[in-house]
């Protein structure tokens, strides 16, 4: 079987696409298709169904490529490296959200890129988490970090660790409230408060309410950044009250730049999972990133 038709099938199929895929490719959308023909003609099978938006592939196709994707990326990986491991250095493709990325996974990977002979480069980007699988099933990335856990066989997803949220603002911004206030009123005690979030649809204040409330927040977003970081300067400055993930807040709790407004007994929590392309774990400097961060996390929680 050509390899080339195979690597066309695995693009096809982590893309769901035969116009990104021919993007991804350098090749011609027609050329893309008319390679995915002859594969299936040669198996006798179809490999996708033909949709209005893009390709699903048939139970043939996720068996077929459940197996070469895991073949491909290693010959990919050693046209990439050449035949010599030990002269070779090896670049590592992360991404993940921007603020736990740039937190927590570089400083721990950071300690694998010096020269000890089983280094490697370090390349990160971040995006949200479904532009992180994405550009992992697409073959952007070797190792992804985010809230989604994949569906299909061709990503595999570990459990990383788990992130608790907490509701802050600043000590001027507390004691407008008060604590006693809070803890017998509940939520009605903070609706009229002005709100710093990432996004209009408040997705992390939503979240918390849902979870400790049981309700919706009755505020809008006063203040909107598109950055946790960002959104933890603005509550520190006093723009408002922000929901904020623990380890981001840790040591602003500990200044009393911010205080928590709000001690659950079961407080919100979110899980941060490792993923990478089916079968790549083979790749050495793949698998110790992964084991490292998987180390890691264990101080993290």
């Not at 980007?125 to 699988?133: C, D, I, K, R």
Request: glycine letters at 8%.
């Amino acid at each position: 079987m050509d390899l080339a038709l195979l690597r066309t099938f695995v693009t096809v199929h982590r893309a769901g696409s035969f116009t990104r895929a021919a993007a991804l490719l350098g090749l011609s959308q027609p050329a893309v298709t008319s390679q995915i023909r002859t594969l299936e003609r040669q198996l006798g099978r179809p490999l996708f169904l033909r949709q209005a938006r893009g390709v699903t592939p048939t139970t043939i196709g996720d068996e077929l490529a459940h197996k070469a994707a895991p073949h491909l990326d290693a010959l990919v990986e050693i046209a990439e490296t050449g035949l010599d491991d030990e002269s070779s250095v090896r670049t590592l493709h992360l991404a993940g959200p921007p603020e736990f990325t740039a937190k927590r996974a570089l400083p721990a990977l950071t300690e694998l890129t010096g020269d000890d002979g089983q280094g490697f480069e370090l390349r990160a980007s971040f995006g949200t988490a479904e532009e992180v699988l994405e550009g992992l099933a697409s073959g952007h990335h070797d190792l992804a970090i985010g809230t989604l856990r994949p569906r299909g066989a061709l990503l595999t997803a570990t459990p990383l660790c788990d992130e608790e949220y907490v509701l802050v603002a600043a000590p001027g911004r507390a004691e407008d409230i008060g604590a006693q206030n809070l803890r017998r009123t509940g939520a009605s005690a903070l609706e009229n408060l002005p709100v710093v979030e990432v996004h209009e649809s408040l997705p992390f204040v939503s979240r918390y309410w849902a979870s400790v409330f049981d309700s919706r927040p009755a505020a809008s977003g006063t203040v909107i950044v598109p950055d946790l970081r960002a959104v933890l300067a603005c509550a520190i400055a006093g723009a408002g009250l922000a929901v904020l993930p623990r380890y981001l807040c840790a040591e602003a709790l500990d200044r009393e730049d911010v205080v928590a407004l709000h001690e659950p007994a079961v407080p919100p929590l979110r899980t941060y999972v490792l993923v990478v392309r089916t079968g790549t774990l083979a790749m050495p400097h793949i698998a110790r990133a992964h084991d490292w961060l998987l180390r890691a996390a264990a101080d993290w929680c």
